[in-house]
């Protein structure tokens, strides 16, 4: 089940709301978990067991790894619970892919490949999967001591909001608020609001621009004048960014209606002067995973200069492979490995030379072309598709894409931009984090509900259209 | 005192939450229903397979999309800042012209590359297959004339055509378009095929007249120009026919009339509010009395660029009867008979004082819509021998009663008569008839 669907927005959301606010505060865990499991089973009838059986032994593993003294022991149970988690991910999400390659090999020198039945993607594992890694390697870390009651333990790894697409909500920051949790009305109603912005972020702007970028790469990419090249990969950029960032506000806005304070996934990043800043700002939880959890294990910044750049270059590497199993992800985090390590190696000196504007325009334009990559997963085409960015043909351009596309793109950009304006920063404050007063809230609301039948006059005026982050 | 007031909005927020439940399960909120073609999508039966195999979820959410609660309203909504803002449309039947006039998607791309697109991509086929069915035409019209019925075409005007200048560019494919409408025109010429061409008269009136010829928003023409056409095919009649019609009069013209609007293509976008107030002009028409006048028996053959005919004049004041063979399908203001397989075809062939075939020009493709095979082949054969050919046909038909069989070996033999009766081709007048046309002669001589 996605947020922008029917089913979800007109039956599950009510009935959820209903059933979790009149029941005693001391049921609505149970509550949550049992509307969860309907949640993923709806969409997922397949793998429902897969998640909560793997889900139940992890939490017996990392019992067992706590109570034991004996340090051998302990992380022979850490070891364990991290390859139930990673060994699912692997199996489901890259057998596939090895499987190909391998076979790939073989027949090039000539020997006999075998067949090999492809293995269905669970949605939301890469998200699930490093959930529960957190919790094994936090507790392990001694960070945190597990959980009591098996029931919350589960209902932190498929607790609906977060479980398809994040944020990855690392144990530590969410196991007070599963034990005990404040109400305020006042939450409730901001994460009303925020669901509501995310909501309108994918549909009137995500799909709007989804859905001629669909249109302009699926023609003859080697026909493409270079001003059509580069207004699809600014609509593409702008399509990932409200999609993404539209499903976390989402998540994080049903968090808030139940009393959970999700960290936040965006923090404006095309107003990132540098790649290192932009991961800092996009999908922030997924860096902090990185970083907790690879980065820092590897050695991290305290070992020599060489070490530090191949520790950053293979955790990019891999959370480029994170997010799909084929090459063109792996390139894609490698292109910004790469970068990072350039801005370490000097190139941060440039930026700071040039200035802030100039600084975001080259980051935006190094994290477009690499969106090339990622979006154009057949590496040839990818190829085709940037060389004509880089033909300077702009000779046969025209406008042909309609006003909405256009008028939607501009306003995407400004949105995407805003940030970098004194007004703008003053507007994300006040829209995000300002506790609104009773007038404030007499104009945001009816507001919000207009934009609720909007956005639903607009998804059944175009059509259903799954998260793009869905898929990793 | 703030923390009541939220919690007295979220609890309102909740219930407009329900609300929506309530109204798409129950829709006990009367909401004016969207326009156009609505498939109904029913609920579908939750079972593990369908469920296991996610048919079910599919088929839920296509039903939540064609039922949720206030989905009238939000469509709307959305289709007006759509129009408000970009001057687009959702809706794949309408074209957005320049100051905006609407057309039909069809229509326009009838202009831009062919009004035969749905029957061929291929313009030798198709003046081949047009000109068979003048030539049909061309036979039915000679040996009706024995029977002193008058059958002849309107060819009507196409809003694309009329009005091009309003159309938006062309997005291509660019090739050389074939209109039908100006094709027929020239075949009728040559063969001296009874019509009148009001494609043509359209063009050359439409910066004259008083009056739209087409509405902005609508795709048939307006009622006060179907008023003045009806007038011009009357007169028509009467020039080619001793038929001394009745006349009728065309009142002062007036803006609005809250019946029949001329807006079929703006209430397919489903806009909350109307694009500018109905500007079109009407008028009433008065039937003059005329002792010398007769009252033939009329039957029009056509697409549905009648229904402004008919709903503005008083026809029953100038015919004696007349009925309307929608696509030569369903048959209206006929009392007796309400489809035309079940009409006796050679009967009121005979009985009729004028027959009109009539169509626009989107509506060529499909010309007569086997009227004119069937005229010709109940005109110039015995029933028996039609009978018999049908069976002979059907026994060849893979269908599972005989009812479907014949269905479909009428069909075939209204496609293609010429095939199964090579009398019938050529450019030659067919010189045999049906036996029974003299007993139905001789019947109405005896009533």
Same mark, same amino acid.
């Given at each position: 089940?996605?947020?922008?669907?029917?089913?979800?927005?007109?039956?599950?959301?009510?009935?959820?709301?209903?059933?979790?606010?009149?029941?005693?505060?001391?049921?609505?865990?149970?509550?949550?978990?049992?509307?969860?499991?309907?949640?993923?089973?709806?969409?997922?009838?397949?793998?429902?067991?897969?998640?909560?059986?793997? %889900?139940?032994?992890?939490?017996?593993?990392?019992?067992?790894?706590?109570?034991?003294?004996?340090?051998?022991?302990?992380?022979?149970?850490?070891?364990?619970?991290?390859?139930?988690?990673?060994?699912?991910?692997?199996?489901?999400?890259?057998?596939?892919?090895?499987?190909?390659?391998?076979?790939?090999?073989?027949?090039?020198?000539?020997?006999?490949?075998?067949?090999?039945?492809?293995?269905?993607?669970?949605?939301?594992?890469?998200?699930?999967?490093?959930?529960?890694? %957190?919790?094994?390697?936090?507790?392990?870390?001694?960070?945190?001591?597990?959980?009591?009651?098996?029931?919350?333990?589960?209902?932190?790894?498929?607790?609906?909001?977060?479980?398809?697409?994040?944020?990855?909500?690392?144990?530590?920051?969410?196991?007070?608020?599963?034990?005990?949790?404040?109400?305020?009305?006042?939450?409730?109603?901001?994460?009303?609001?925020?669901?509501?912005?995310?909501?309108?972020?994918?549909i009137?702007?995500?799909d709007v621009?989804?859905a001629?970028?669909?249109?302009?790469?699926?023609?003859?990419?080697?026909?493409?004048?270079?001003?059509?090249?580069?207004?699809?990969?600014?609509?593409?950029?702008?399509?990932?960014?409200?999609?993404?960032?539209?499903?976390?506000?989402?998540?994080?806005?049903?968090?808030?209606?139940?009393?959970?304070?999700?960290?936040?996934?965006?923090?404006?990043?095309?107003?990132?002067?540098?790649?290192?800043?932009?991961?800092?700002?996009?999908?922030?939880?997924?860096?902090?995973?990185?970083?907790?959890?690879?980065?820092?294990?590897?050695?991290?910044?305290?070992?020599?200069?060489?070490?530090?750049?191949?520790?950053?270059?293979?955790?990019?590497?891999?959370?480029?492979?994170?997010?799909?199993?084929? +090459?063109?992800?792996?390139?894609?985090?490698?292109?910004?490995?790469? +970068?990072?390590?350039?801005?370490?190696?000097?190139?941060?000196?440039?930026?700071?030379?040039?200035?802030?504007?100039?600084?975001?325009?080259?980051?935006?334009?190094?994290?477009?072309?690499?969106?090339?990559?990622?979006?154009?997963?057949?590496?040839?085409?990818? +190829?085709?598709?940037?060389?004509?960015?880089?033909?300077?043909?702009?000779?046969?351009?025209?406008?042909?894409?309609g006003?909405q596309f256009?008028? %939607?793109?501009?306003?995407?950009?400004?949105?995407?931009?805003?940030?970098?304006?004194?007004?703008?920063?003053?507007?994300?404050?006040?829209?995000?984090?300002?506790?609104?007063?009773?007038?404030?809230?007499?104009?945001?609301?009816?507001?919000?509900?207009?934009?609720?039948?909007?956005?639903?006059g607009a998804l059944n005026s175009v059509g259903?259209?799954?998260?793009?982050?869905?898929?990793? | 005192?703030?923390?009541?007031?939220?919690?007295?909005?979220?609890?309102?927020?909740?219930?407009?939450?329900?609300?929506?439940?309530?109204?798409?399960?129950?829709?006990?909120? /009367? *909401?004016?229903?969207l326009n156009g073609? =609505? =498939?109904?999508?029913?609920?579908?039966?939750?079972?593990?397979?369908?469920?296991?195999?996610?048919?079910?979820?599919?088929?839920?959410?296509?039903?939540?999309r064609?039922?949720?609660?206030?989905r009238?309203?939000s469509l709307r909504l959305y289709n007006q800042h759509l129009w408000?803002f970009y001057r687009t449309t959702r809706n794949k039947t309408v074209v957005i012209?320049?100051?905006?006039?609407?057309?039909?998607k069809?229509?326009?791309?009838?202009?831009?590359?062919?009004?035969?697109?749905?029957?061929?991509?291929?313009?030798?086929?198709?003046?081949?297959?047009?000109?068979?069915?003048?030539?049909?035409?061309?036979?039915?019209?000679? *040996?009706?004339?024995?029977?002193?019925?008058?059958?002849?075409?309107?060819? !009507?005007?196409? /809003?694309?055509?009329?009005?091009?200048?309003? !159309?938006?560019?062309?997005?291509?494919?660019?090739?050389?378009?074939?209109?039908?409408?100006?094709?027929?025109?020239?075949?009728?010429?040559?063969?001296?095929?009874?019509?009148?061409?009001?494609?043509?008269?359209?063009?050359?009136?439409?910066?004259?007249?008083?009056?739209?010829?087409?509405?902005?928003?609508?795709?048939?023409?307006?009622?006060?120009?179907?008023?003045?056409?009806?007038?011009?095919?009357?007169?028509?009649?009467?020039?080619?026919?001793?038929?001394?019609?009745?006349?009728?009069?065309?009142?002062?013209?007036?803006?609005?009339?809250?019946?029949?609007?001329?807006?079929?293509?703006?209430?397919v976008l489903n806009l909350?509010?109307?694009?500018?107030?109905?500007?079109?002009?009407?008028?009433?028409?008065?039937?003059?009395?005329?002792?010398?006048?007769?009252?033939?028996?009329?039957?029009?053959?056509?697409?549905?660029?009648?229904?402004?005919?008919?709903?503005?004049?008083?026809?029953?004041?100038?015919?004696?009867?007349?009925?309307?063979?929608?696509?030569?399908?369903?048959?209206?203001?006929?009392?007796?008979?309400?489809?035309?397989?079940?009409?006796?075809?050679?009967?009121?062939?005979?009985?009729? $004082?004028?027959?009109?075939?009539?169509?626009?020009?989107?509506?060529?493709?499909?010309?007569?819509?086997?009227? !004119?095979?069937?005229?010709?082949?109940?005109?110039?054969? $015995?029933?028996?021998? *039609?009978?018999?050919?049908?069976?002979?046909?059907?026994?060849?038909?893979?269908?599972?009663?005989?009812?479907?069989?014949?269905?479909?070996? /009428?069909?075939?033999?209204?496609?293609?008569?010429? /095939?199964?009766?090579?009398?019938?081709?050529?450019?030659?007048?067919?010189?045999?008839?049906?036996?029974?046309?003299?007993?139905?002669? *001789?019947?109405?001589?005896?009533?």
């Amino acid at each position: 089940m996605v947020f922008s669907s029917n089913v979800f927005l007109i039956f599950f959301l009510p009935a959820f709301l209903i059933c979790y606010f009149i029941s005693p505060k001391s049921w609505r865990n149970i509550i949550l978990l049992l509307f969860s499991i309907v949640f993923y089973a709806y969409g997922a009838p397949d793998f429902i067991l897969l998640l909560l059986g793997s %889900t139940v032994i992890n939490y017996y593993i990392v019992k067992l790894m706590y109570k034991t003294d004996n340090q051998r022991l302990k992380k022979l149970y850490c070891g364990l619970a991290i390859t139930v988690s990673l060994g699912l991910l692997v199996y489901f999400k890259y057998a596939n892919f090895f499987v190909d390659n391998f076979n790939t090999i073989l027949s090039a020198i000539g020997l006999r490949t075998f067949t090999f039945t492809k293995v269905l993607l669970p949605i939301g594992i890469s998200f699930f999967s490093f959930q529960s890694v %957190t919790y094994v390697i936090d507790t392990y870390r001694g960070n945190n001591k597990p959980m009591d009651r098996l029931t919350d333990y589960v209902l932190y790894i498929i607790m609906f909001p977060q479980l398809i697409a994040g944020p990855i909500v690392r144990y530590c920051d969410i196991e007070g608020e599963i034990r005990q949790r404040d109400y305020r009305w006042s939450e409730c109603l901001q994460g009303f609001y925020r669901f509501i912005i995310g909501l309108s972020k994918k549909i009137l702007i995500a799909d709007v621009i989804g859905a001629q970028v669909d249109t302009l790469l699926g023609g003859d990419l080697s026909l493409m004048n270079s001003g059509t090249a580069w207004i699809t990969i600014a609509a593409y950029t702008m399509q990932l960014y409200f999609d993404f960032s539209g499903y976390s506000d989402m998540a994080i806005g049903l968090g808030k209606i139940m009393g959970f304070h999700f960290p936040e996934n965006f923090d404006n990043p095309y107003n990132s002067a540098s790649i290192t800043e932009f991961w800092r700002r996009w999908h922030m939880t997924l860096g902090a995973f990185m970083r907790n959890y690879l980065y820092i294990p590897l050695g991290g910044n305290r070992c020599s200069k060489s070490r530090m750049y191949f520790n950053l270059w293979v955790v990019f590497l891999l959370s480029g492979f994170w997010h799909g199993a084929n +090459w063109n992800f792996i390139i894609w985090g490698a292109y910004h490995g790469v +970068w990072l390590v350039l801005e370490r190696m000097g190139l941060s000196k440039f930026y700071e030379k040039i200035g802030k504007v100039p600084s975001v325009i080259i980051t935006f334009i190094i994290a477009m072309v690499g969106w090339a990559v990622f979006r154009i997963e057949d590496l040839n085409d990818a +190829w085709t598709f940037i060389t004509r960015l880089f033909a300077f043909d702009f000779q046969s351009f025209a406008w042909s894409q309609g006003p909405q596309f256009y008028t %939607t793109l501009i306003v995407a950009l400004a949105f995407a931009f805003v940030g970098l304006l004194p007004f703008g920063k003053k507007l994300i404050n006040f829209t995000f984090y300002t506790d609104y007063s009773i007038k404030q809230h007499l104009v945001v609301w009816p507001i919000a509900i207009f934009m609720l039948l909007f956005c639903l006059g607009a998804l059944n005026s175009v059509g259903f259209s799954p998260f793009i982050y869905f898929r990793f | 005192m703030k923390e009541v007031f939220h919690k007295i909005l979220f609890v309102i927020t909740i219930a407009v939450l329900v609300l929506i439940f309530v109204q798409t399960m129950t829709g006990f909120i /009367k *909401i004016k229903p969207l326009n156009g073609a =609505v =498939v109904k999508t029913e609920m579908p039966k939750l079972t593990y397979n369908n469920y296991a195999n996610s048919s079910f979820q599919r088929d839920f959410e296509n039903y939540c999309r064609a039922n949720f609660g206030f989905r009238e309203f939000s469509l709307r909504l959305y289709n007006q800042h759509l129009w408000d803002f970009y001057r687009t449309t959702r809706n794949k039947t309408v074209v957005i012209g320049r100051s905006d006039w609407l057309f039909g998607k069809r229509e326009a791309r009838d202009y831009y590359i062919s009004g035969t697109y749905d029957y061929t991509n291929d313009t030798m086929v198709m003046k081949r297959q047009f000109y068979q069915e003048a030539l049909r035409l061309y036979k039915v019209q000679n *040996i009706l004339e024995e029977y002193n019925t008058f059958i002849f075409t309107t060819l !009507l005007p196409g /809003k694309t055509f009329v009005f091009n200048e309003y !159309l938006p560019e062309n997005p291509g494919p660019y090739m050389k378009p074939f209109h039908a409408v100006y094709y027929f025109a020239q075949v009728f010429d040559s063969l001296g095929i009874n019509y009148i061409d009001l494609q043509k008269d359209y063009e050359y009136h439409k910066e004259k007249t008083d009056y739209p010829l087409f509405p902005k928003t609508g795709m048939h023409w307006t009622y006060i120009a179907a008023e003045h056409s009806f007038d011009s095919i009357l007169r028509y009649i009467e020039h080619k026919t001793d038929i001394n019609l009745h006349n009728y009069t065309i009142g002062e013209k007036y803006i609005d009339k809250p019946h029949h609007p001329d807006t079929d293509l703006e209430d397919v976008l489903n806009l909350l509010r109307p694009i500018r107030p109905n500007t079109n002009y009407y008028a009433d028409v008065t039937v003059d009395d005329d002792t010398t006048a007769t009252r033939p028996v009329f039957i029009l053959v056509g697409d549905s660029y009648f229904w402004n005919i008919n709903n503005s004049i008083p026809l029953h004041s100038i015919f004696s009867k007349y009925a309307y063979w929608y696509y030569n399908s369903t048959i209206y203001f006929n009392p007796s008979c309400n489809h035309t397989s079940k009409i006796d075809i050679l009967e009121e062939l005979i009985n009729t $004082d004028i027959i009109n075939l009539s169509y626009s020009p989107r509506q060529l493709y499909v010309f007569s819509n086997k009227f !004119l095979p069937k005229a010709l082949l109940y005109l110039t054969h $015995d029933d028996s021998e *039609i009978d018999s050919t049908l069976q002979v046909i059907a026994s060849s038909v893979k269908k599972d009663t005989d009812e479907e069989r014949l269905k479909d070996a /009428k069909d075939i033999l209204f496609a293609d008569p010429e /095939k199964y009766f090579p009398d019938l081709g050529g450019s030659d007048i067919p010189t045999t008839r049906n036996k029974r046309i003299n007993d139905i002669i *001789i019947n109405n001589l005896n009533k």
